[in-house]
């Protein structure tokens, strides 16, 4: 009896080193960045990973093998669900948003993008619950006139708040925040 429970602890150990050890080297590729911006006194964090386009075609049709297809739901980001913190109420792209946390999902498209809250955090980035979406918009993209070769998450000043920039390869998502 004790031999059996050494060995299924022993198990449990070898399981646990091997899942926390290849985390850590996944997200050697998509390292973890937070972006932060205050509106109004009050703060909004992003805490999210940072993958690389590495020559790959990013945003297009399925069929020309896009890492991420028009239409298709992403994690925003890389390994876990990219999280968003409000320390209190906004408004994101016309929309009211109650103080807290949520993953940030989106569904690129070719002219815009649908930006997704979801109430479930702490998860795998590609594990996405539908039934858990607090709230979806539609936002606007722009052009870059280079490539960016890193995701990256940043804030631009507008009249009356913030837009969030989703920046990657040459597409820009401008998700507009104002204060309530």
Same mark, same amino acid.
């Given at each position: 009896?004790?031999?059996?429970?050494?060995?299924?602890?022993?198990?449990? @150990?070898?399981?646990?080193?091997?899942?926390? *050890?290849?985390? +850590?080297?996944? +997200?050697?590729?998509?390292?973890?960045?937070?972006?932060?911006?205050?509106?109004?006194?009050?703060?909004?964090?992003?805490?999210?990973?940072?993958? $690389?386009?590495? !020559?790959?075609?990013?945003?297009? $049709?399925?069929?020309?093998?896009?890492?991420?297809?028009? *239409?298709?739901?992403?994690?925003? !980001?890389?390994? #876990?669900?990219?999280?968003?913190?409000?320390?209190?109420?906004?408004? %994101?792209?016309?929309? $009211?948003? +109650?103080?807290?946390?949520?993953?940030?999902?989106? @569904?690129?498209?070719?002219?815009?993008?649908?930006?997704?809250?979801?109430? #479930?955090?702490?998860?795998?980035?590609?594990?996405?619950?539908?039934? +858990?979406?607090?709230?979806?918009? #539609? @936002?606007?993209? $722009?052009?870059?006139?280079?490539?960016?070769?890193?995701?990256?998450?940043?804030? #631009?000043?507008?009249?009356? !708040?913030?837009? %969030?920039?989703?920046?990657?390869?040459?597409?820009?998502?401008?998700?507009?925040?104002?204060?309530?």
């Amino acid at each position: 009896m004790k031999k059996n429970l050494l060995i299924v602890s022993a198990l449990i @150990v070898v399981t646990l080193a091997g899942f926390w *050890g290849a985390r +850590k080297y996944t +997200k050697s590729f998509s390292p973890e960045a937070v972006a932060e911006t205050r509106l109004d006194g009050s703060e909004i964090s992003i805490t999210y990973g940072q993958p $690389r386009k590495k !020559g790959r075609l990013i945003f297009g $049709r399925e069929q020309d093998k896009a890492l991420l297809p028009y *239409g298709k739901v992403w994690r925003t !980001g890389a390994n #876990e669900a990219t999280i968003i913190d409000f320390e209190k109420d906004v408004i %994101m792209g016309g929309k $009211r948003v +109650k103080a807290g946390s949520y993953s940030l999902f989106s @569904v690129p498209g070719q002219s815009s993008w649908k930006i997704i809250l979801n109430s #479930e955090t702490g998860q795998w980035g590609t594990e996405y619950n539908d039934g +858990k979406n607090v709230m979806n918009v #539609e @936002v606007p993209i $722009r052009i870059r006139p280079t490539v960016q070769e890193i995701f990256h998450i940043y804030f #631009e000043q507008i009249p009356n !708040g913030v837009n %969030m920039i989703l920046s990657w390869d040459q597409t820009e998502a401008l998700i507009p925040f104002t204060h309530p």
